[in-house]
C-alpha cells in the first residue's frame, strides 16, 4: 500500500491538536478519522484489487483469509482463551511485531532464548482490543486472516459498543495490519497449560508427571539424582545453585552453566557463568538471590525449598 496514505491519519492528528481547526472532543476527531479512513480504503481498493476487502460490521477489513476448521469461536463467553500466532503491521505494511520465528528472523531480531510458540489470549472487554475480538468469533481453529483495523478498534477498551459508529464516537487510536492465526480456542485455561506439563516432562524426562510429586497447582519436582547429603538447610546459610531454565517446548532460554549455554547457542563472553548465590529463608517465599536480597519467582522458590545438596 502506498505511503501516502498513511499521511491522512498523520493530517488527522495535526487537525486534532489545532484549535483553529478542528474542535476540541474525541468526536470530532474521529469523524475526520472517519473521512480519511474511508478515503484510505478506496485508494486501497483501487491499488489492491486482489484483497477480499471483507467489511466487518464494527468496520475492520479483512485482506485475506485461509484455513480452519470446524465452527467459529463465536464470543468470549462461549470461549475465553484462546493460542494464536500474529504479526502486526503498520498501514505501510511495516512490520511492528510478532510471535512468529521465521518473522524475528527475517526482521534480524530472532534469538536463541526467544519464545517463538503460540500465545496465550484473554478475550473480553479489557482484555484485547475489540477489533481482534470481533474477527476472533468469526474465525475456525486453525484459520488465518490478514485485516486492517481502523483506529477506534484497535485500541483496549473496558466498555463494549455494539456499532461501528459509537466506537468512532468513544474510541480513539491507531490503524494498523494485523495477521492472526487461531491455533485452538481454551475452554480450561489451567488444564490446557498442565497439558503442556505432561507432555514436555515425558518429552524431555521420559517420565510421567504422575511419578512425580506435585509441590503446588501447575508446579511439579521431578527429581534427577539422589542428594549427596540430606541435612535440611537452615535460614540466613548461602547455597551455591545451577540452573537451567527451559521453556515447556524444550528451549532452553537461560543459564548458569558455560557449557550449556554454549550448546544451546546462549553464550556470551561478557556474561559470568557461575551458580547463584541462593539465601536460605525459614519457607519458600523468603528465599532471596544475592546482596541484594533479589525475589525468586514463586515456582522456582518452592522447588528450591525441597532441595538437599
Not at 120 to 147: C, F, H, T
Not at 159 to 176: A, F, L, Q, R
Not at 275 to 298: C, E, F, K, M, Y
Amino acid at each position: 500500500m502506498k505511503r501516502k496514505l498513511a499521511y491522512f491519519f498523520v493530517a488527522c492528528a495535526i487537525l486534532a491538536l489545532c484549535p483553529a481547526c478542528a474542535k476540541q472532543g474525541t468526536t470530532e476527531v474521529n469523524d475526520a478519522n472517519l473521512r480519511y479512513w474511508k478515503a484510505w480504503v478506496n485508494t486501497g481498493k483501487a491499488e489492491h484489487p486482489e484483497y477480499l476487502w471483507q467489511k466487518t460490521p464494527l468496520g475492520s477489513y479483512i485482506l485475506e483469509s485461509e484455513g480452519g476448521e470446524g465452527a467459529p469461536l463465536g464470543s468470549d463467553a462461549l470461549v475465553s482463551y484462546l493460542s494464536v500466532y500474529y504479526t502486526i503491521s503498520d498501514i505501510d505494511g511495516n512490520i511492528v511485531t510478532s510471535n512468529r520465528e521465521e518473522v524475528a528472523k527475517q526482521l534480524g531480531t530472532y534469538s536463541e532464548s526467544g519464545y517463538y510458540d503460540p500465545a496465550v489470549w484473554k478475550r473480553g472487554a479489557g482484555s484485547i482490543p475489540p477489533g481482534y475480538d470481533e474477527l476472533i468469533s468469526i474465525m475456525a481453529p486453525g484459520q488465518r486472516i490478514k485485516a486492517v483495523l481502523p483506529g477506534w478498534l484497535t485500541e483496549t477498551s473496558y466498555v463494549v459498543y455494539k456499532t461501528e459508529e459509537e466506537y468512532v464516537k468513544n474510541v480513539s487510536g491507531t490503524p494498523y495490519m494485523l495477521d492472526i492465526q487461531v491455533v485452538s480456542g481454551i475452554f480450561d485455561l489451567d488444564l490446557y497449560q498442565r497439558n503442556q506439563l505432561v507432555t514436555a516432562a515425558r518429552r524431555l524426562y521420559g517420565v510421567s508427571l504422575s511419578e512425580a510429586d506435585t509441590v503446588s497447582t501447575g508446579l511439579y519436582y521431578i527429581q534427577l539424582a539422589e542428594p549427596t547429603d540430606t541435612t535440611a538447610f537452615t535460614s540466613g546459610v548461602t547455597v551455591q545453585v545451577d540452573y537451567v531454565g527451559r521453556f515447556h517446548t524444550g528451549r532452553c532460554f537461560d543459564t548458569s552453566v558455560k557449557d550449556t549455554a554454549k550448546v544451546y547457542h546462549l553464550y556470551n563472553s561478557s556474561s559470568t557463568y557461575s551458580p547463584l548465590s541462593v539465601n536460605w529463608g525459614d519457607d519458600a517465599s523468603s528465599i532471596t538471590v544475592g546482596d541484594q536480597q533479589t525475589s525468586l519467582i514463586s515456582g522456582f522458590q518452592r522447588a528450591l525449598f525441597k532441595m538437599k545438596t
